[in-house]
């Protein structure tokens, strides 16, 4: 597509591990093809401020193994309304932007497809989450190194757990899908999961954990996605395992946001390489209001709506794995 000069690229939304590796991969392939890029600092608050900077091959030297983003993130109230839209369109025509490359999850991929139709800007979605809870692509950037975030943060506390003959729950990130909880639950040998897309219900949790002491468990690790319904929170469910079973020394480890940080794994790196230059070759052939995604190690584009709108789904048969290992 000729018409294109200039691409900006932002990131927006939670940060997650291998942003900065999709940025330099943009950054990069623009300049390969002899295109300008800009980096919008502070996501759609950038946008709107006129916070933007040219960016050259040699602007994102040594940050493919550095986790957060160099172009920072911000969630952006302003941006929801028309009138911050306007104020950021605005500054794209006065740098001469042509179309945008966006990095985030759904929340900003719905601001890029207002702000599309809206100014007939073309948009490409780049998926940085580490939620994985994206429709359209098997694996969104982040998720895996959050993974491997969390299993050597449950190994560390399972030493503890045998020491002392404790039962410890572990809080993971998860609001609405259990795809962590899950995964990094089977990978380090949790006795229990628990994750939204399955109410287990503290009785039966109960009945579970007797019978893994039965069978001669001193110790048990439970991982809880944030968005678990079984109780109200983490902290109650402990509370409630605890007064049924006086015997176990009840501990809760919240990870938090450490499971955003560090450096990106080799697997979120390559990810994110092969994204950056999708996005920009696929800007070049005119494309417009997709997001990149990955299905059977194959690169595919699908509309951002269907990113928005969508709802992933937990993988049954690992839950089903996950029940016969814990035994």
Request: charge should be neutral; glycine fraction near 12%; charged fraction near 25%.
């Given at each position: ?87 950021a369109y605005n500054n ?74 404790r039962l410890f729950f ?130 595919i584009l699908s509309p ?24």
């Amino acid at each position: 597509m000729g018409d294109i000069k200039k691409i900006g690229v932002l990131t927006s939304g939670g940060d997650a591990p291998g942003m900065n590796a999709a940025v330099r991969s943009v950054v990069r392939s623009s300049v390969y093809n002899e295109i300008e890029c800009f980096g919008i600092y502070k996501g759609y608050h950038g946008l709107i401020n006129g916070i933007i900077k040219k960016l050259d091959a040699r602007s994102v030297n040594n940050i493919i193994n550095k986790g957060g983003t160099i172009l920072k993130t911000a969630r952006c109230k302003d941006f929801r309304e028309k009138s911050g839209r306007e104020k950021a369109y605005n500054n794209i025509k006065s740098h001469g932007i042509d179309c945008l490359v966006v990095i985030g999850g759904d929340g900003s991929f719905t601001g890029a497809m207002i702000f599309s139709n809206e100014y007939d800007i073309p948009v490409i979605g780049i998926p940085g989450t580490i939620d994985n809870d994206i429709l359209g692509t098997k694996y969104t950037i982040g998720y895996d190194t959050a993974l491997n975030t969390v299993v050597e943060s449950i190994d560390k506390i399972r030493d503890t757990a045998i020491s002392h003959n404790r039962l410890f729950f572990v809080e993971v990130m998860g609001r609405d899908a259990g795809h962590i909880a899950l995964n990094a639950g089977i990978g380090a040998g949790a006795e229990e999961i628990l994750i939204p897309e399955e109410n287990m219900g503290l009785d039966r949790l109960l009945e579970s954990l007797k019978n893994s002491q039965k069978s001669g468990k001193s110790s048990s690790i439970v991982v809880v996605a944030e968005g678990d319904k079984t109780g109200k929170n983490v902290f109650e469910i402990a509370s409630y395992v605890e007064n049924n079973m006086p015997e176990y020394e009840v501990r809760v480890s919240v990870l938090g946001h450490m499971q955003r940080g560090g450096a990106p794994s080799c697997f979120d790196r390559v990810l994110a390489s092969r994204m950056g230059v999708y996005a920009v070759e696929n800007l070049l052939k005119g494309k417009n209001n997709v997001m990149v995604g990955i299905e059977n190690d194959k690169l595919i584009l699908s509309p951002l709506e269907q990113a928005v709108k969508g709802q992933t789904e937990v993988n049954k048969n690992l839950i089903r794995v996950s029940e016969i290992l814990s035994i």
